[in-house]
């Protein structure tokens, strides 16, 4: 079973539509300091935080029909998974969120 790192209490979840930046505890990730969760109709998705294309914080960017779109030069990715629509080949990684009581878990 995967590592399970908390980020957050249910509280501090983007609302409907919107995007937040979580910083990770040092040590419990392997990757960059920070995930992106996205809320698209009510549903959670954690996502890389940094654009293949220019490094951009994805959390700076927008959800336009169910999309995430990078506010530095437009690329779109799917929030299921993480694939670039506008720039085939690209992607950034996608991680299973979950929720226990007011607890928000990421699994790493």
Do not use: Y
Request: glycine fraction near 12%.
């Amino acid at each position: 079973m995967s590592p399970c790192t908390r980020i957050a209490s249910v509280s501090e979840l983007p609302p409907e539509g919107e995007l937040r930046e979580f910083r990770l505890e040092t040590g419990a990730w392997a990757g960059p300091g920070t995930v992106c969760i996205a809320n698209s109709g009510g549903v959670f998705h954690a996502l890389g935080n940094v654009c293949p294309h220019k490094g951009a914080p994805l959390s700076q960017g927008c959800i336009e029909d169910g999309k995430l779109v990078c506010a530095w030069h437009g690329w779109e990715f799917a929030l299921s998974s993480g694939q670039c629509i506008t720039h085939s080949g690209a992607s950034i990684k996608v991680f299973e969120l979950f929720i226990q009581g007011d607890d928000v878990f990421l699994k790493t």
